[in-house]
C-alpha cells in the first residue's frame, strides 16, 4: 500500500468512528438470528466478494479497494479473504463475476452496480444461494440486504447552491448547462433531483444532457454542441455531476475560447478536480469521505457474513424499486471550495500539499494560501 492509501485507511478509524462504535454490539445483539445457510463456521476466517464498478473514475481503485479490505482485515484480524473483481463499465461483465462469486462460495457480496437494474437478476441468484448482499455507494435493485452511500439528493442540492453562489447576480443573465450522470446510475438521477430543486425557477437551463457512462469525453462532446446551440456567451455556468466530467467541460469551454471561464461544479474530490478548483477553472466539487463508507460497508459485510444482526450499525432506511426499507447507513458530504481543501483533503490525509501543489500549481497554492 503506498503512503497516500496507508494515510486513507488511518482515516477510515476517524472518519467512521460512530459506525464503528455503533456496530462493537452487533454480534452480541446476534441473538437466535437465522443464519444465510453458507454463513461462516470458522469465525472470522470469511470470504468476501467485492466487485466494483469501472477503473475510469480514480476513486475506486485508489480509495475505495484499499480502504474496505483495510477495514475487513481489521475486523477479522486478518483471517478474511477479498475477492475482487472491476467490471470495467459492463453490466454484463458484472453479473457474470457475481456467478463466479457464487461458483467460488463467498459468504457476502459487496456490490457497487455498474447498472442498478440490470444486476437485480445476479443479487437475487446470490441469495439464492444464501449469499447476503451490500449494496456499495449505487442502490441496486433486487433482495439486497443492506445498503451504504451519501446522501446522494443532498449532493446534488449542495452542488446547486454552489453554483448559484458562484453566479451571484448573474444568475438571471444567461443560461446554464446541466451535465447530469449515465441513466444506468441510480445516484445520477438522485444527483439530478437535487440539484433541480436548487436551480429549477432561479436559472435558465438552456440544455440538459445526461452523460453515457459519465466519460469525459461524451460531457466534452455534449458541452460543445451545447455552446454551438446556445452561443457560447450565453452559457453562463455548468452544473456537472462529477469532476471527470468536469474536466471535459472545462476543455471544451477552453476549446471555444471563453475567458474567464464560467463556474462548472463537480464530485469527488479527484486530484485534477482539486486542481482546478485551486486554478480557478472549476469552482468546487463535493468532497464525500470515502474511509467511512468502506468501513459501513465492511462493517455490514463481515456482520452479515456471521449471521449477525446489523442493527447497531445502521442509520436510515431507503426504498429502491424492488425493496422497501433497506437498512443502510449515509454520509454526509462536504462542498469543497478553495476556501477549504486544506481542512478537508489535506487534513483527512487524501492528498498532500506537495501532490496537490506541483510546479504547474505552486503559484495559484501560494495565492489560496496552499502552501
Known amino acids: 500500500m503506498n503512503t497516500r492509501m496507508r494515510r486513507a485507511a488511518v482515516a477510515v478509524a476517524a472518519g467512521a468512528m460512530a459506525v464503528s462504535l455503533a456496530a462493537c454490539g452487533s454480534a452480541k445483539e446476534a441473538g437466535g438470528e437465522k443464519k444465510p445457510s453458507n454463513a461462516a463456521a470458522t469465525g472470522d476466517a470469511i470470504k468476501v466478494g467485492l466487485l466494483l464498478p469501472e477503473n475510469q473514475t480514480a476513486r475506486y481503485e485508489k480509495f475505495d479497494k484499499p480502504l474496505i479490505e483495510k477495514k475487513i482485515a481489521d475486523l477479522t484480524g486478518g483471517k478474511a479473504e477479498v475477492v475482487y473483481a472491476n467490471a470495467k463499465q459492463d453490466a454484463t461483465t458484472q453479473n457474470s463475476q457475481v456467478d463466479t462469486m457464487i461458483t467460488n462460495k463467498v459468504n457476502v457480496l459487496i456490490v457497487d452496480a455498474v447498472d442498478a437494474k440490470a444486476i437485480a437478476g445476479a443479487v437475487k441468484k446470490a441469495k439464492d444461494a444464501g449469499i447476503p ?10 433482495p439486497i440486504d443492506a445498503y451504504t452511500s451519501f446522501d446522494n439528493e443532498e449532493v446534488g442540492k449542495v452542488q446547486g447552491k454552489a453554483l448559484l453562489e458562484a453566479l451571484g447576480d448573474k444568475a438571471k443573465d444567461g443560461q446554464i448547462v446541466m451535465m447530469n450522470g449515465s441513466v444506468t446510475d441510480p445516484n445520477a438521477a438522485l444527483f439530478k433531483k437535487g440539484a433541480h430543486s436548487v436551480l429549477d425557477g432561479k436559472v435558465t ?36 455531476a462529477n469532476d471527470g466530467m468536469a474536466g471535459g467541460i472545462i476543455t471544451a469551454l477552453k476549446a471555444a475560447g471563453l ?92 492528498y498532500t500539499v506537495d501532490e496537490i501543489c506541483t510546479d504547474k500549481f505552486a503559484t495559484a497554492c501560494t495565492t489560496i494560501g496552499l502552501k
Open 133 to 142: 448482499v451490500v449494496a456499495y455507494d449505487r442502490l441496486a435493485e433486487g
Open 259 to 350: 475567458s474567464p471561464l464560467p463556474p462548472v461544479t463537480g464530485q469527488d474530490a479527484e486530484l485534477a478536480g482539486v486542481q482546478r478548483i485551486v486554478a480557478g477553472e472549476q469552482f468546487m466539487s463535493v468532497y464525500k469521505p470515502y474511509a467511512p463508507e468502506a468501513a459501513a460497508a465492511a462493517e455490514m459485510a463481515v456482520a452479515l457474513a456471521k449471521g449477525e444482526k446489523i442493527d447497531g450499525i445502521i442509520n436510515n432506511k431507503v426504498d429502491s424499486p424492488t425493496a422497501k426499507g433497506v437498512p443502510s447507513v449515509l454520509i454526509p458530504v462536504v462542498s469543497l471550495t478553495k476556501a477549504n481543501i486544506k481542512d478537508t483533503v489535506v487534513k483527512d490525509g487524501v
Open 205 to 240: 437551463i438552456g440544455k440538459e444532457y445526461d452523460t453515457k457512462e459519465w466519460k469525459p469525453e461524451n460531457a466534452n462532446t455534449n458541452m460543445a454542441g451545447a455552446l454551438t446551440a446556445l452561443g457560447k456567451d450565453k452559457v453562463i455556468g455548468v452544473y456537472s
